[in-house]
């Protein structure tokens, strides 16, 4: 984000005084000429800016993944091979990195019963890119509620994590 915020600044730190000093460069003739030679410029400038957009600069592109991941407590419930824990299926579950920024959504599916009698529901966040850091919560976010993770980690995991309940281990 901030890398993004720094072109802008530089694209425009180039544009203005070549927008404002079109008008000075021309010290004879109509500012009609001068107010064409500073949109003459605009648009070069413009082009060339989606030029370079379209083209794909490799250092803006960003990898992304697809998170999966299960969150596992001890069961409210257990029907069989089937279990409910203290979020419903259908809970929302949200990424953000360590500023905030929301990355990704995802729902919680059905709770099904694995190993030491816990119960796991799945869930799964499309198109993460790729950050130092990510925080993982649940429906709102509540003090206590948010698991913290690197990128490190993710890619440890391959991209597979597991949050275990702190209250109902």
């Not at 989606?50 to 409210?76: C, F, H, M, V, W």
């Not at 966040?125 to 913290?148: H, K, L, M, Q, T």
Request: glycine share 10%; proline share 5%; charged share 20%.
């Amino acid at each position: 984000m901030k890398q993004g915020i720094r072109r802008y600044v530089a694209i425009i730190g180039v544009l203005v005084p070549l927008f404002v000093g079109a008008t000075y460069l021309q010290p004879t003739g109509d500012r009609l000429d001068g107010l064409e030679l500073r949109v003459t410029v605009l648009e070069a400038t413009v082009a060339t800016l989606a030029e370079a957009k379209s083209a794909g600069n490799p250092a803006d592109q960003s990898t992304t993944n697809t998170l999966t991941g299960a969150y596992i407590e001890r069961p409210e419930s257990i029907a069989g091979d089937q279990c409910t824990n203290y979020y419903p299926e259908g809970t929302n579950v949200f990424l953000t990195d360590w500023e905030g920024q929301v990355l990704g959504t995802g729902k919680l599916g059905a709770g099904s019963v694995v190993e030491d009698g816990l119960c796991a529901q799945p869930f799964q966040i499309d198109d993460v890119p790729e950050r130092e850091g990510y925080v993982v919560y649940f429906n709102r976010r509540a003090p206590g509620s948010a698991y913290e993770f690197t990128l490190e980690d993710m890619q440890a995991n391959n991209w597979n994590i597991e949050v275990h309940s702190r209250y109902r281990p």
